[in-house]
């Protein structure tokens, strides 16, 4: 489905600007609506998209030219405007607009359409800047002055992502974490002014992430920070913002943490980016008066074409019974893979990423339910092998049970310090019955943006697997007016504004799990105080409802 984002982080944008201003004159200011398109489109299909442009000089009439060209994305995550032509990811050629060049008095708005057409043999992702450039204006100035003119000349680039929807089997998501570097706050020259004084006391990672296929990622990390026995000692967000990695780029994600106690440590950082399995880097690391970490010592996964027939396995099954199910497990790779598996707790974080874990919570999980067999093996090219999945259910209550097949992949000639590649599979047991279905939304957090972003965080209280759909409702509340010693008392009566829908959880929400889930509204709001009524039904006997004011400015 296509998407238009008009939430889109403007620090992820490099916006071109270059200005000479002279005394006497203000800058020219203009808009551009929405920032970041996100398109599919078949081999041969064409899709049209509008933006809006708005002059907000409010005196002066001014004229644009629309040009297209391509995009690199800097090891900041930032997307920088390069010449047409020099990305082969590009699809600036596929770009037409309605106008190249139009004129707009003060204040005054237009829509212009783009029609985006892809060749017919093609595939993977392509990418383009959309460049709105304000023509230069020349003001002639008197004999005084040093010079003949000044020249204002302003650009803001829409950024274009379109994703090629081929009949074709497309290539597998080939991520790998690069390198991990680990540097004192207080060197790091961006953070040392950030933190200031807290410097001293925090580490910067940066895992360097490089996407080595021919489609964009959109990635979420974590940091794990253990001692060299394994013990967990800290959990961090790696990265910020979209998670956005072009092919072929190298982007560094980031997270600071507070420098730990003087001894041996060990940093995992762990991403996930829609492949089979996430990608993980692994690095030891010494604190004393230095922080000691040697190149040779850092390891990580790499991608493994091992094909798993299903991404999850769902059993519905009564009390006091058993079923099996099976596994279809194929080595698309040139050598032999070997492939160790263990039964691990099922999590899911708020993103709604897996994390398999060695313990958790033993009343909704069914680990000791299961069998599966065999539990390692190896798998020849070409080579598929059926693993089965025996679930032998007890005497219980009614509710959700949960578990993850753990696989553990590597190739037959990789080292043993090499890092194995995981290749999770979920299994969600349902036991029929009157279940307890409980939900409530713990908090709603509006961005300063406009339009905003709206995020929900929704809590499953409950004994079975929740699948929440969301509603938001926005009002606009009036200011109240006073007249002399008159004071009005009481909420303002509200003015409806909009009603959407949220996209749903990509996952169940288990027992006692959290989902996050964001959408950005379709249009800006004027300035002043707004509620979101938030509504979210999960299948309960009343739906679960959060009020959230806000302010727009």
């Known amino acids: 489905m296509d998407k238009i984002k008009k939430g889109f982080n403007i620090a992820r944008l490099l916006i071109i600007l270059s200005a000479v201003f002279s005394k006497g004159f203000g800058q020219a200011t203009f808009t551009v609506t929405p920032q970041l398109v996100e398109l599919e489109l078949a081999p041969g299909a064409r899709r049209t998209f509008q933006v809006l442009l708005v002059n907000e000089n409010e005196k002066d009439t001014s004229r644009f030219r629309i040009v297209t060209a391509d995009v690199f994305e800097t090891e900041a995550g930032n997307y920088r405007v390069i010449d047409k032509g020099t990305s082969k990811y590009s699809c600036a050629d596929w770009i037409k607009p309605d106008s190249m060049e139009l004129t707009l008095g003060p204040k005054q708005g237009k829509e ?18 959309i460049v709105f450039a304000l023509l230069p204006k020349v003001t002639p100035f008197g004999p005084d002055e040093a010079g003949a003119g000044v020249v204002f000349h302003f650009r803001i680039p829409v950024q274009l992502e379109v994703t090629i929807k081929s009949t074709l089997t497309p290539r597998p998501k080939n991520v790998a974490i690069e390198g991990i570097e680990i540097i004192p706050a207080q060197e790091d020259r961006e953070y040392s002014l950030l933190l200031k004084d807290a410097a001293k ?3 910067v990672v940066k895992a ?3 996407n080595r296929g021919d489609m964009h990622i959109k990635a979420k990390g974590r940091l794990v920070l253990t001692d060299r026995k394994g013990k967990r000692l800290r959990e961090v967000p790696l990265g ?20 730990p106690l003087p001894g041996d440590y060990v940093l995992e950082a ?7 399995s996430p990608a993980i880097g692994r ?3 010494t604190v004393a008066r230095k922080i000691i970490a040697k190149d040779r010592s850092f390891i990580s996964t790499s991608t493994i074409g091992l094909n798993v027939g299903r991404g999850i396995i769902e059993i519905f099954s009564p009390p006091n019974s058993y079923r099996t199910q099976v596994l279809t497990i194929t080595n698309e790779e040139n050598e032999v893979v070997k492939v160790k598996t263990k039964l691990k707790y099922l999590q899911y974080d708020e993103n709604g990423d897996i994390v398999a ?9 069914c680990i000791d339910w299961l069998t599966i067999e065999p539990k390692d093996f190896e798998l020849a090219p070409g080579a598929t092998k059926t693993m089965k999945v025996v679930a032998k259910i007890p005497d219980t209550i009614p509710g959700g049970r949960y578990a993850c097949i753990n696989m553990e992949a590597m190739l037959l000639s990789a080292k043993e310090t090499d890092l194995p590649t995981p290749v999770q599979v979920p299994i969600i047991l349902t036991i029929p019955g009157t279940a307890e279905k409980k939900g409530e939304v713990t908090k709603v957090e509006v961005s300063k943006g406009n339009p905003p972003t709206f995020t929900v965080y929704f809590k499953n209280l409950g004994n079975i697997h929740l699948k929440p759909k969301v509603k938001v409702e926005l009002a606009y509340l009036p200011k109240v007016t006073t007249r ?15 009603v959407f829908g949220m996209k749903g959880f990509p996952v169940a929400v288990l027992p006692g799990g959290i989902a996050k889930m964001e959408q950005d509204y379709d249009k800006p709001l004027e300035p002043g105080s707004y509620t979101a009524v938030v509504t979210v039904d999960y299948g309960g006997a009343e739906p679960a409802v959060f009020v959230q004011k806000f302010q727009v400015k």
């Open 112 to 129: 212009i359409s783009f029609e985006v057409k892809a060749p017919p043999k093609v595939s993977g992702g392509r990418y383009a800047s």
């Open 201 to 203: 006391n925090a580490l």
């Open 208 to 210: 360097i992430v490089h």
């Open 240 to 259: 910020a913002g979209r998670g956005m990695v072009l092919p072929e780029a190298k982007v560094k994600f980031v997270s600071v943490i507070k420098r």
């Open 270 to 276: 762990v991403l996930n980016y829609g492949g089979v």
């Open 283 to 285: 690095l030891p690391f």
């Open 357 to 365: 874990t060695d313990s958790g919570d033993s009343r909704f999980s």
């Open 484 to 498: 002399g010693d008159l004071k009005y008392i009481g909420e303002p009566k509200s003015e409806p504004v909009g």
